[in-house]
């Protein structure tokens, strides 16, 4: 079965980073890109970018252009989001999900969410 | 970007009613490909979102048929008919024809 699992809850200082992990199983993880998705707390969904686990290649929303890396581990099946300089707007639940590479149903499954604290 | 407004804002509806969820977009969502990217969402309270209908009108594999998707160019409707207790949450329509993918306001679902 399909399951995308992620890293905990993370409490980080202000300016400092954070790597968020997204472990697919249950799949082929090189037919689907990784979305990465922010929810600010009781707030709407933001789409930060996405990854293609079999070049690598990304893609960003240009706002979380200079916040945001997107890497993946194919060796791990596992897709990475790096978050730099952290301030309070960055305190946020995190979501990894996918879609197909060659299109159909896209979201179909996402990971848990893990809640980003920013605070010293 | 794309700008995907939701109304009504919240709803209230008893068990059996049935509603309608608008999603009204800033430009049209049909791709020169001949699709239309426009998919619902449903986060109910404490979980991760979760897909109900995509490409507009196609009802996710598991999903009741009690939801329904219609629309296009820039007009869409999510539509249930016959509330049930399970369907409380927030609704979010989402489109992916042009970047950034963008997600609309949310449209909160109270049971009466």
């Known amino acids: 079965q399909v399951n995308l699992l992620q890293s905990g809850a993370a409490l980080v200082k202000p300016g400092a980073s954070v790597k968020l992990s997204c472990k697919a199983s249950?799949?082929?993880?090189?037919?689907?890109?990784i979305h990465w998705v922010k929810q600010s707390h009781g707030k709407s969904l933001e789409w930060i970018g996405h990854?293609?686990?079999?070049?690598?290649?990304?893609h960003y929303n240009e706002k979380f252009k200079t916040k945001a890396t997107l890497t993946v581990d194919k060796s791990t099946n596992t897709a990475h989001l790096e978050l730099s300089r952290l301030t309070s707007e960055d305190s946020a639940t995190y979501y990894c999900?996918?879609?197909?590479?060659?299109?159909?149903?896209?979201?179909?499954?996402w990971g848990q969410g893990v809640m980003v604290t920013v605070s010293s | 970007d794309v700008v995907l407004t939701q109304t009504p804002p919240t709803l209230s509806a008893t068990i059996g009613q049935s509603v309608s969820i608008s999603c009204r977009s800033s430009?049209?969502?049909?791709?020169?490909?001949?699709?239309?990217?426009l998919h619902w969402l449903l986060q109910r309270p404490g979980h991760s979102p979760h897909l109900l209908i995509y490409?507009?009108?196609r009802l996710e594999s598991g999903v009741p048929n009690r939801f329904s998707g219609s629309g296009s160019g820039t007009d869409f409707t999510l539509k249930i008919s016959g509330v049930e207790a399970e369907d409380l949450g927030v609704y979010y329509c989402?489109?992916?024809?042009?970047?950034?993918?963008?997600f609309g306001s949310g449209t909160k679902l109270e049971i009466k």
């Open positions: 999900t996918r879609s197909p590479i060659l299109g159909g149903c896209p979201f179909d499954y």
């Open positions: 249950g799949y082929t993880f090189t037919d689907y890109y």
């Open positions: 990854v293609n686990p079999n070049s690598g290649y990304t």
């Open positions: 430009q049209s969502l049909l791709h020169s490909n001949g699709n239309t990217y």
């Open positions: 490409l507009v009108s």
């Open positions: 989402v489109q992916g024809t042009h970047a950034p993918l963008t």
